[in-house]
């Protein structure tokens, strides 16, 4: 099974300013692994780059009462529908990004998600649009610690 991916150019939350075809497609993902495989529900994660990571974090909110954990690599914005649960968040960004800027994206986004009552784990980086291997690494441990 290939990961999730827009069902267009784009997430329908940014192309559409509305969430619609890719939830129903992750619904649909999710659906599936849960029907052949033993998930354990208190460990789920959800995790993204780029508009992945702005995906991620903003329906990870908005499921918090499913997803336990978000991963959000170098996010441009935060826009969820509702805020639930309690999921803990990793961010990272790199302080060279010309992509997605750094200042007003996760300078912005961390105070904002920590301020709503959020675990945060927010690492910078000296770097471009990227996922060094450290962070991925630092990022996937604090995932499996239990």
Known sequence: MRPAESRGPTWDIIAEDNYGQDVAFIDRALAYVFERYAVDPRHIALEGFSDGASYALSLGLTNGDLFT????????????????????????HGVKDEVLRIGPCSRRIVPRVRGAGYSVLYREFDGPHTVPEDIAHEALSWFTAR
């Open 69 to 92: 954990h978000v991963v959000a690599f170098s996010p441009g914005f935060l826009a969820p529908a509702a805020q639930r649960g309690e999921p803990r968040i990793f961010i990272s």
